[in-house]
């Protein structure tokens, strides 16, 4: 069993860590915010489950509840300004803790890019750093589709941006920390601890560290 000081152990050793966003960085599913912003709440709700459990494609859950929202630019940019995203507890200050470090931070995210790159910019995270779907409109503001061409729109592209980034930028050790199935699909190539993936996963719901499916759960972020 790995302990809750190795877990810490590998953080420390990292040479990059990379952060899903929904339900990790912030205390929200953006996208579950975004389909109750525009009244589509329920429906939209039930579809991130299952696209969270892998019980479907990435893209064509994706797809299929933007299909649904239809959101406009309007009220995108409206969501985001009245009613932006709560950060985790700690995360802001592990962060800093990681930059101070030397540790490379990156967000890599199935959310959509607009809404990321707010969140990006509270936390101290180059945009350059910022991998998340990019929303499409039309002329008149309308909702026209999503970048499918993104890594981030398809299952198992957090795990090829990460293999990207290994090979661009040199990194022996990435940790990815995360909540669903794209984050454990990205372990590996984020590294693994013996012959067990290590994936550090985040949610509100547990109260303590606790060991489950070779993953990671914790109640908040604290820098230690």
Not at 153 to 158: F, I, L, N, V
Request: net charge negative; aromatic share 8%.
């Amino acid at each position: 069993m790995t302990t809750l000081a190795e877990t810490k152990a590998v953080l420390r050793s990292a040479d990059a860590v990379c952060f899903d966003v929904d339900s990790t960085v912030i205390k929200e599913e953006g996208i579950d915010e975004l389909a109750t912003f525009c009244g589509v709440g329920d429906e939209v709700a039930e579809m991130t489950r299952n696209a969270m459990g892998g019980a479907v494609s990435f893209k064509k859950a994706l797809m299929e509840r933007l299909a649904i929202i239809k959101p406009s630019r309007e009220q995108v940019n409206q969501l985001i300004t009245d009613h932006p995203p709560c950060l985790t507890d700690g995360i802001k200050e592990l962060v800093g803790h990681l930059q101070q470090r030397g540790v490379e931070v990156f967000l890599i995210s199935g959310g959509f890019r607009s809404i990321v790159d707010q969140l990006a910019a509270q936390i101290s995270v180059p945009l350059a750093n910022v991998y998340a779907n990019k929303l499409k409109f039309y002329f008149n503001g309308d909702y026209a589709g999503f970048d499918e061409t993104q890594p981030t729109a398809e299952s198992g592209g957090k795990g090829r941006i990460i293999n990207r980034l290994k090979e661009e930028r040199g990194f022996k050790k990435v940790v990815m920390i995360g909540d669903g199935a794209t984050d454990l699909e990205a372990c590996p190539p984020a590294d693994t601890k013996g012959n067990s993936t290590l994936l550090l996963q985040f949610t509100l719901i547990k109260t303590a560290w606790e060991e489950k499916v070779e993953s990671f759960y914790l109640l908040q972020f604290q820098v230690t």
